[in-house]
């Protein structure tokens, strides 16, 4: 089976820095995917992770750890619009599906 | 280029009633994804089709869900009789990949969010 942990909710001041963590258990592995999603809106790609390290993008940073099923979403000079939830999603082997966790909910304050 | 559509935006029907919702994929894309989204959690695959054959489609309750994609490029999803626990956001995807391919990113539609009453 697969489990998949993000927190629940954080909130965070503009101009700050924030991290979303996200642990997972899974069967087979074949890469870790964060998106963002506004509310009543669609998902839009972040990141993608399938190697150890750190892949940075901009304001975001996303990094992974195989051995430890741990990954990070890094949100650098935060904005009002950052507000939104955090999807972290682990996609298995074989057949490209996706499973995502709950969705962490970032709240950014002036 | 253009995005994954979905239609309608939005639908309210009462329990046991059909509804059917529509997606166009991004064009050339091979693979197609429908979800469900319970408010409050993460997108669930519910069945994912590989030009117009069936990839996985073990979460699907087929008892009351459906869903095909005729020449491999629009797909609709159908629930026959609805439910009050299917009230939910239903998102379609789309990628690239074909399955023995490495991983590939999927781009959602704007979703279609189903109140059943």
């Known amino acids: 089976g697969q489990n998949i942990d993000q927190p629940t909710e954080m909130t965070a001041t503009e101009g700050a820095i924030v991290q979303i963590n996200c642990t997972y258990q899974t069967s087979g592995f074949n890469g870790l995917f964060w998106y963002q999603q506004h509310a009543g809106e669609a998902p839009t790609f972040l990141s993608y992770?399938?190697?150890?390290g750190l892949e940075e993008k901009g304001r975001f940073s996303s990094f992974l750890s195989r051995s430890k099923g741990y990954s990070y979403l890094l949100l650098k000079e935060l904005q009002m619009k950052d507000s939104a939830s955090y999807l972290c999603?682990?996609?298995?082997?074989?057949?490209?599906?996706?499973?995502f966790g709950t969705g962490t909910r970032l709240l950014v304050s002036p | 280029e253009a995005g994954v559509a979905q239609s309608p935006r939005y639908k309210i029907i009462e329990k046991r009633q059909s509804v059917a919702f529509w997606c166009n994929p991004i064009?050339?894309?091979?693979?197609l994804y429908w979800y469900q989204q319970i408010l409050g959690q993460g997108p669930k695959l519910l069945i994912q089709?590989?030009?117009?054959?069936?990839?996985?489609d073990s979460q699907l309750p087929k008892d009351r869900f459906s869903a095909e994609r005729l020449k491999g490029v629009d797909s609709t999803l159908k629930i026959q009789p609805a439910k009050l626990e299917d009230s939910a956001v239903y998102l379609c995807?789309?990628?690239?990949?074909?399955?023995?391919?490495?991983?590939?990113?999927?781009?959602f539609g704007p979703g279609t969010r189903l109140t059943v009453l």
């Open positions: 995807a789309s990628s690239l990949a074909a399955p023995s391919r490495g991983a590939d990113t999927q781009y």
């Open positions: 089709f590989q030009n117009n054959g069936v990839v996985d």
């Open positions: 999603a682990v996609m298995n082997t074989g057949f490209q599906k996706l499973v």
């Open positions: 064009s050339g894309h091979a693979t």
């Open positions: 992770n399938v190697l150890d």
